[in-house]
């Protein structure tokens, strides 16, 4: 089993929606990470986070330390947010675990 | 500020060749690390570098990857002899600070 659970795998949504991204993980961490995945692009980091939530424009990031789960929420979805989200762990003793990542696709 | 830089961007070779990719971090980050990234998965960690010396490599396949960070600033990552299996995106990452910022990659192809 992986130490990193994203779902849906695939999301397909219309330019305006609320979106939602789910992270479960497994171990116990320090932070966890929402990377951003174009396609043929690189990799850019969205949040990292402890506790709480953040926001960042129509991103919001949600973490519950307890139930070891992050939300991603994408609010007014937009085509340009079309991309592989993916969820990273930064587990207490070793390096970083990665998610599949989630393939979102916003159709205009 | 510039970003983590890696060259070459794409890469076809045929199966038992050899082949180094190169990455320059961000300048100060202390911490470099390799991913490798097969189609449809997510990032698999492969080698974390603190400044010159190996902090983790337990996923790295050692007898046909190899990495130096000689200097404690540029790194290699070479694979020889190469695998079809070894067709993935290449990521080299730095961090000072806990958050790792990514390369744009390397994509190689193994016929």
């Known amino acids: 089993k992986n130490e990193v659970e994203q779902s849906p795998q695939n999301l397909t949504a219309q330019e305006g929606e609320f979106i939602t991204i789910n992270c479960s993980y497994s171990v116990g961490i320090s932070a966890l990470h929402w990377l951003q995945q174009h396609p043929g692009g690189g990799i850019v980091s969205l949040f990292m986070l402890s506790s709480g939530k953040k926001k960042h424009g129509r991103l919001i990031a949600t973490i519950n330390i307890q139930e070891k789960h992050s939300s991603l929420h994408i609010t007014a979805s937009h085509p340009r947010d079309s991309a592989v989200y993916i969820c990273?762990?930064?587990?207490?003793?070793?390096?970083?675990?990665f998610g599949a990542g989630t393939r979102l696709t916003v159709k205009p | 500020e510039a970003g983590v830089a890696q060259s070459p961007r794409y890469k076809i070779i045929e199966k038992r060749q050899s082949v180094a990719f190169w990455c320059n971090p961000i300048?100060?980050?202390?911490?470099l690390y390799w991913y490798q990234q097969i189609l449809g998965q997510g990032p698999k960690l492969l080698i974390q570098f603190q400044n010159n010396g190996v902090v983790d490599d337990s996923q790295l396949p050692k007898d046909r990857f190899s990495a130096e960070r000689l200097k404690g600033v540029d790194s290699t990552l070479k694979i020889q002899p190469a695998k079809l299996e070894d067709s993935a995106v290449y990521l080299c990452a730095s961090s000072s600070t806990g958050t790792q910022y990514f390369g744009p990659g390397t994509r190689l192809l193994v016929l």
């Open positions: 990273a762990v930064s587990p207490i003793n070793y390096d970083m675990r």
């Open positions: 300048s100060g980050h202390a911490t």
